[in-house]
């Protein structure tokens, strides 16, 4: 079981940036995905959650109306679209799956957003 995130990096206030998780060793399309964040001195923060089937998805507030997440269960990818990007929302960004009974992590995509 594996997740890998990919597409973090530096972008300025105002920006957008597109992060995937991809997944193997697992039914991916069968689990709920969620993306988590965790900014430097602060505790681990759910971002965004997506169903199996893609059809239903919720997000803290504080990405609310700014943040996308999505999925494509063929080529078992979730996907999480960040625009209006504040210096805020630095942090390193995990995907995330409970699959078989045990959490299963991705290393983590580091994201910062600075003029």
């Known amino acids: 079981v594996q997740l890998v995130e990919s597409g973090g990096g530096l972008v300025q206030p105002g920006g957008s940036l597109r992060l995937s998780c991809a997944a193997s060793g697992f039914a991916f399309s069968m689990y709920n995905i969620i993306w988590y964040r965790q900014a430097p001195g602060k505790e681990r923060e759910l971002v965004a959650t997506i169903t199996s089937n893609g059809g239903s998805t919720s997000y803290a507030d504080s990405v609310k109306g700014r943040f996308t997440m999505s999925r494509h269960n063929a080529k078992e990818m979730a996907y999480l679209q960040m625009n209006s990007l504040r210096p805020e929302d630095t942090a390193v960004y995990s995907c995330?799956?409970?699959?078989?009974?045990?959490?299963?992590w991705g290393q983590g995509t580091r994201v910062t957003v600075s003029s």
């Open positions: 995330y799956a409970w699959v078989r009974s045990r959490d299963c």
